[in-house]
């Protein structure tokens, strides 16, 4: 089976978007093993339709979904205009923001965060550090 049958046998129409559902990354972006290489699905989706990616190229989304390998929503770009296309649609995150555990494992739900200048506290594991310190 060559790689566009795998393709087409793995995704799927739903609301105008041509859904990979094969195996995905945590965020949400499919990938496939090609000669025991793994790569992203909406990459070669852009390159079975457009030709190689330039290097340093960067396949984005216009519709905004991971899964989706729609040629006519998928756009070349740089680094710079991926973090851009993120910022401007008020999806960029990064670092600490985008856990929803603290290291302990509690979540940092509304009740258990504590924002203490400019960063989140596990209240949780405040309580606990505070009871060993007095004892």
Known sequence: M??????????????GHLLWGGA????GYG????DGQLLSAHRVAWELENGLIPEGA?????CDIPPCLEPTHLFLGTPLDNNHDMWSKGRW????????????G???????TRIYRG??????????QTRRWHG
């Open 119 to 128: 960063h989140r506290h596990c209240r949780i594991c405040n309580r606990e």
């Open 24 to 27: 995905t990354d945590s965020g």
């Open 2 to 15: 060559d790689i566009a049958e795998r393709l087409g046998r793995y995704t799927y129409v739903l609301d």
């Open 106 to 112: 509690h979540e940092y739900s509304e009740e258990n």
């Open 93 to 104: 995150q990064s670092g600490n923001s985008i856990k929803t555990h603290c290291p302990q």
């Open 58 to 62: 960067h396949v984005l989304h216009h």
């Open 31 to 34: 990938h496939l093993s090609v």
